[in-house]
């Protein structure tokens, strides 16, 4: 037994075969950037290859539209986004708005109750407070 332990141990090291790990590339700092040049941005979500981050080049993509094209633009993305939105069903609408008007109602009663707590106990106090300079 013994000697097949050795034999292990003993075996061609394997993480001489291994790659080694690639350097991380290399950080460009904003004061070594060519000056006129402008930063790449984020492109907007669908833009690109799928799994790679597109990029773009700010204002190099053409004159803006017009305000009534902008606003059209806007209401068109508008619907297109309120259409991929979840909504809930009304059997969920009752049952959270339940649940919140119970809250609110056992809340309100807490505090109440602390309240009066309170105000009875400050209203003690100044009795014993009236209590105690009027015997002196």
């Known amino acids: 037994m013994p000697k097949k332990a050795d034999n292990i141990m003993g075996a061609k090291d394997d993480s001489d075969d291994l790659p080694l790990p690639e350097p991380p590339p290399e950080r460009v700092s904003s004061a070594e950037a060519t000056p006129g040049v402008v930063a790449p941005r984020a492109a907007r979500f669908g833009e690109g290859e799928e799994g790679r981050a597109a990029r773009r080049e700010r204002n190099l993509s053409g004159p803006h539209g017009g305000f009534f094209e902008r606003t059209g633009q806007f209401w068109r993305d508008t619907r297109a986004e309120l259409k991929r939105v979840t909504w809930p069903t009304t059997t969920e609408v009752k049952n959270t708005t339940i649940i919140t008007v119970i ?4 809340f309100a009663l807490y505090l109440f109750a602390i309240d009066q707590a309170l105000a009875f106990l400050i209203e003690q106090l100044f ?3 009236n ?3 009027g015997a002196l």
């Open 103 to 106: 809250a609110v109602i056992f």
């Open 127 to 129: 009795r014993f407070v």
């Open 131 to 133: 209590w105690l300079v």
